[in-house]
Every structure is written in C-alpha cells, then in structure tokens.
C-alpha cells in the first residue's frame, strides 16, 4: 500500500530482500538466541529496523514502547501477549550476539551491491571514500572509549562508502585509535580481504599521512588518492606535467604533477633514553599533484596517490567527490540519529551502528530507485511503513478496527 504512485519500488518490496528464511537460518547458525526468552534475534532485529526507521531520537525507552506497541507487533507478525522492560533491551543488546546482525547486513550490502552497481563496464575504478566520525560521552557512563581531557570518552566510527551504499564499518574504542593513521588502514585493509580482485581506488581525507601506510599500500596494490599537507618533505624523481598538458583542472589550476619519494619519520632513542624522530627517506614511488585555486586567495592544495594511469584532472575530481561520503554522514547523523549512543556497551553500539547502516542501504535504495532525495525517502519510507502496518490491520479487523485487539 503505497500512496506514491510514480515511485518505482516500495517499502514493501524493499522489506521482502529481508526474507524470514534467512534470518531463521541465522539464529540457528549463530550464538543469537542463546539464554533469551522474548528478544530472540529476529525480534530485535524488527525491533531497531521499526525503532530506527520511526523515532526521531532512538533510546532504550523509545525501544520499549515501540515494542510494547500493537501496529509494530502486527506489521512483523509478532505475539501480541508479549512484553519486555528497558532493562531487558539494555542486557540483551550487551550480549547478542553481533554476528548475526553482520551477517544481515552483508547479505543486503551484496544483492544491492549487485542490483545497482556504481561502476560501469568502460569504467577503470571504483571509488570508495573511507572517513571516521566521533561519538562522545561523559567517561562516567561510557566505560569503554578513547579518552578526552574534557571528561568525556568517544567512540569512532570508521566507514567506508562506495557512493551510494556503506560497504564496510569498524568501531573503535581503543586509544591508539584516535588517529587516524591507525583507524583508515585497518578498515581499508578489512574491506580489500572481502573483495579481492577489485577495482577501488580509496579516496581519504588528510586524516592520513603516514608513509610507511602508503608503502604498505602500494606493496598491497591498493591504489589510494588523499590529500597531503602542503609541507610534505620529498624528492622529485620524474615530472609528470606535459608541454601540451591543460592545466585547467576545473575549480583548480595544475601546478605541480611529479612521482616522487615521501620522508618519513623514524623513531630513534638518543642518548639519554628520550624517543626523537630522524628524517627517513621511503623509497617507494608516489605521485605528488599540488593546485591552486582560481580565487584571489589562490589557496594550494596537495595530493598523494599511488595511481598513475589517471590524469591530474581526473585524481582531482575523484577527490571532489569525497563530498558523497560527507553527505552521507550528515544523513546518518541528523536523520538516524548515529551521534547518539543508544547503548554505552561496544556490543551494543556495534548492534545499532549495524542496523542503523541497514536502514540506511533500504532508504538509499528507495531513495535511487525512486529519483529522490535523502530526508524525503526517509519520510516516504516511515509513511509507506505505517500505511502497510494500517493495512495489514484492516485486514485482520475485516474492516472493523473495533475489532481489534490493543
């Protein structure tokens, strides 16, 4: 039932890729349902998917009325007798079990990944943009987080993101992990075991400067674009620039496009047992393309890569569309509430950042499909969702809502 009439796809068909017999067979492959009575996976699984997708702030309370609620329990066909407490929802997210909850999510990322691919057959490459986000909390309540001298502890999210769907995430909470020459390798790496003989290039932010990353990368043959600090110590090998070359890379002019080799810092003990850095040259060729702006201001900017097929041009504008992946966090953030800890356990938040990503691959698909944009197929996706839950009731009601049981 949906009162879109020119959108393309519905909800109803969106929630059909979730097919009961899959996560039937999950709960009986994993640890899901091990020592629970009521919130068995599939019920939790409902519960964030209803939560998230309705609440415009999640929290364990909006949880337990949701749930306690008779249009949630009729739309996924739950039993109407059953109940449950917050306490309930905060045990049981601190020990499902978070396998079951990936392995959804990965099943979904494939079938859309594959209905809708974002690279063409004449296509070279796939970008994947790969970015961190911080969530924070009084160190008090959340135990488990990477430290702040202002009192509070954060959790970082690192995701990457193909341009239309979120491929890969990690959670951190280890303190080393506030960097990110930590964080963005780690989760680069994950996602490149998952698809071996793909064809992406990681497009990061200048969050990630370590050379010996970028050896590591290219001895991997993970081709990378990221944007360089314009103090960058190197040698130039080779200028790349050409006579004929047009220097016109759109918003930018070309200015310097060599390969070179990158200085990095090697820790030493001196003499007195303190840990100084020594300028260490990495001899692993790397492609150093600097530009200016157009404006008054002529402002530069640097980048690094290990690509050297592509044009200037064309690493500059691969790098402009990193603003996909910005786009994309502000959704998650604003819209389903990702800056918000519903639970303070890792578990927990691993749980919810799961779902929160699943919802989010539904509505980015409703939103492709139907030619519109985020906050809008959020809103239709929530209305499509109660509409077929009112539906679902009339019918049962044969058409006396009198009829049926609160």
Same mark, same amino acid.
């Given at each position: ?32 349902? $091990?020592?629970?009575? *009521? ?35 009729? #739309?996924?066909?739950?039993? =109407? ?18 396998? $079951? ?50 009192? =509070? ?39 490149? =075991? ?28 993970? $081709? ?29 002019? #070309?200015?310097?496009?060599?390969? *070179?080799?990158? $200085? ?25 393309? *600097? ?50 800890? *519903? ?24 939103? =492709? ?38």
């Amino acid at each position: 039932m949906s009162v879109f009439k020119d959108h393309k796809i519905s909800v109803k068909e969106l929630l059909g890729i979730i097919p009961e017999a899959l996560l039937s067979k999950l709960s009986s492959t994993t640890n899901v349902d $091990y020592y629970t009575k *009521v919130l068995h996976g599939k019920k939790m699984f409902y519960l964030l998917l209803y939560g998230i997708v309705e609440n415009e702030k999640l929290s364990q309370r909006t949880l337990e009325d949701t749930f306690n609620d008779s249009l949630f329990k009729t #739309l996924f066909n739950l039993d =109407k007798s059953e109940s449950i407490r917050r306490s309930s929802i905060s045990e049981r997210l601190s020990k499902i079990d978070s396998d $079951y909850f990936a392995q959804i999510y990965q099943c979904i990322y494939s079938q859309f990944h594959d209905a809708y691919p974002m690279t063409s057959n004449n296509e070279k490459h796939q970008l994947v943009h790969v970015d961190s986000s911080m969530v924070s909390e009084a160190a008090s309540k959340l135990l488990e987080g990477i430290d702040h001298k202002n009192g =509070k502890k954060s959790v970082k999210y690192t995701i990457t993101f193909d341009g239309l769907l979120p491929c890969e995430f990690k959670v951190f909470t280890e303190p080393k992990y506030s960097s990110e020459d930590m964080a963005l390798p780690e989760v680069i790496m994950d996602h490149v =075991k998952q698809h071996k003989n793909h064809k992406n290039i990681y497009v990061i932010d200048r969050g990630l400067q370590s050379t010996r990353t970028m050896k590591d990368f290219s001895g991997n043959d993970i $081709y990378f674009i990221a944007r360089a600090k314009e103090n960058r110590k190197y040698v130039e090998l080779e200028s790349l620039l050409d006579k004929n070359q047009n220097s016109d890379l759109g918003e930018l002019s #070309l200015i310097k496009d060599s390969k *070179v080799y990158l $200085y990095t810092g090697k820790a030493i003990n001196n003499k007195r047992g303190n840990i100084h850095y020594k300028q260490e040259l990495v001899k692993t060729p790397l492609r150093l393309i *600097v530009a200016k702006t157009k404006t008054e201001d002529h402002k530069e900017f640097c980048f690094i890569s290990n690509q050297f097929d592509l044009s200037a041009k064309e690493i500059t504008q691969a790098y402009r569309k990193r603003w996909d992946i910005e786009v994309f966090f502000r959704f998650i953030k604003q819209e389903l509430n990702v800056s918000h800890l *519903v639970s303070l356990n890792k578990n927990g938040i691993k749980v919810v950042l799961y779902m929160t990503l699943i919802v989010t691959m539904l509505i980015a698909i409703y939103k =492709k499909a139907n030619n519109i944009g985020y906050k809008t197929a959020k809103r239709r996706f929530k209305m499509e969702l109660r509409n077929l839950a009112i539906a679902m009731i009339v019918v049962i009601c044969d058409g006396n809502l009198d009829h049926f049981e609160t």
